[in-house]
């Protein structure tokens, strides 16, 4: 499975991003799909996922009622929507497959080459 990863940028606190993943190489509605992100000097963390059959979403605490996970199978795309952007939220953002749902980053399999997300005031 191969996953590339792109709408990172840099913008300011307040305003939205869209991140998208295209996976190829796989069955992309089987696969369990996540995003993580990792700050300079910080653990990489997990951010969303998303069941294969769209049916269930997670979030870490601190993106609840902002961020939106979600997925397009017949694009084998999926989304990350960020909304109201804080400065903290600055991070390299990972879209990660596993064959199961997790929220443990050990158990995705595959990841993508990561997109830049920087939010300044």
């Known amino acids: 499975v191969q996953l590339q990863a792109s709408g990172g940028g840099s913008v300011q606190t307040g305003v939205f991003l869209r991140l998208s993943c295209v996976a190829t190489?796989?069955?992309?509605?089987?696969?369990?799909m996540g995003w993580f992100r990792q700050a300079p000097g910080k653990e990489r963390e997990f951010v969303a996922r998303i069941s294969g059959s769209r049916s269930s979403t997670y979030y870490v605490d601190s993106v609840k009622g902002r961020f939106t996970i979600s997925r397009d199978n017949a694009k084998n795309t999926v989304y990350l929507l960020m909304n109201s952007l804080r400065s903290e939220d600055t991070a390299v953002y990972y879209c990660?497959?596993?064959?199961?749902?997790?929220?443990?980053?050990?158990?995705?399999?595959?990841w993508g080459q990561g997109t830049q997300v920087t939010v300044s005031s």
């Open positions: 190489g796989s069955t992309f509605s089987r696969l369990h």
């Open positions: 990660a497959a596993a064959q199961y749902s997790s929220l443990i980053r050990g158990q995705y399999d595959y």
